[in-house]
């Protein structure tokens, strides 16, 4: 008698957007590239890819240039913005490398055109790309300056239909103060968009989450470098914060 297959277990969301910063590529020092680092994030990816989630990303660029930072030394902001949204495409490039490595197949779109190394950001072809079961990460944030990579995060999710946006950080979850700083800090399981402006709580901006709030798009703070944490997410274990109306 033929034993019954083990079933898949059953993700929580459809199609997700995860917004990874630049910092977490670089490992440890939060800056440059660190191979590792960028490796055990396509290992998470393709497990919940593997659950038949489709996955698109937003990546930050803070490894390797941040605008408003170099506005504060003398550059004008504009000009760093673009700087640090070129660097997003740098990180994009080196996370579809990695998850082809593990034959994840993957499609960078830029919202800055460079068609050499990326598609232009077109949103009828990014769905299109989840469809047939690949990975899409955004690069360039909005194309915009004076935009976060958070605010792209929230647009984007938006724009192609994600169920929620995960927001992985080096923290699990959303605190009252900076966990690392005051012991005491007090960890929120659930918190409201108007809550989080208010006591301007932050994980992501302003902008990024009112966008959300206007079209109740659940937000999940959540520690991305335990392994495994990125699937439990997905698999509805309470972990994290619950950013929600």
């Known amino acids: 008698m033929k034993k019954k297959s083990a079933?898949?277990?059953?993700?929580?969301?459809?199609?997700?957007?995860?917004?990874?910063?630049?910092?977490?590529?670089?490992?440890?020092?939060?800056s440059g590239i660190?191979?590792?680092?960028?490796?055990?994030m396509a290992r998470q990816i393709a497990e919940v890819r593997d659950l038949g989630v489709e996955v698109v990303i937003v990546v930050g660029g803070g490894n390797i240039f941040r605008g408003l930072q170099g506005s504060e030394r003398g550059i004008e902001r504009a000009s760093g913005d673009y700087m640090g949204m070129l660097a997003t495409v740098i990180n994009a490039l080196a996370l579809q490398d990695a998850l082809e490595k593990l034959d994840v197949p993957t499609r960078v779109q830029s919202a800055i055109s460079m068609s050499q190394i990326a598609e232009p950001f077109i949103r009828r072809r990014a769905v299109r790309h989840l469809e047939k079961g690949r990975?899409?990460?955004?690069?360039?944030?909005?194309?915009?300056?004076?935009?976060?990579?958070?605010?792209?995060?929230?647009?984007?999710?938006?724009?192609?239909?994600?169920?929620?946006?995960?927001?992985a950080t080096k923290v699990d979850g959303i605190y009252d103060k900076d966990p690392k700083k005051y012991p005491n800090a007090i960890r929120y399981d659930r918190v409201s968009y108007s809550e989080a402006i208010l006591k301007r709580l932050k994980v992501m901006d302003a902008a990024a989450f009112a966008l959300c709030q206007d079209n109740k798009m659940p937000i999940i703070v959540f520690d991305f470098f335990k392994p495994h944490n990125l699937r439990r997410v997905m698999l509805g274990e309470n972990i994290g914060t619950l950013v929600t109306s």
């Open 34 to 40: 660190c191979p590792e680092a960028v490796h055990d």
């Open 135 to 167: 990975v899409v990460i955004f690069g360039a944030g909005t194309g915009n300056p004076y935009f976060s990579t958070d605010t792209a995060a929230a647009l984007r999710a938006n724009e192609i239909g994600a169920e929620a946006v995960l927001k």
């Open 7 to 30: 079933s898949k277990p059953t993700p929580r969301f459809r199609r997700v957007l995860l917004k990874l910063s630049g910092e977490a590529l670089g490992g440890e020092a939060g």
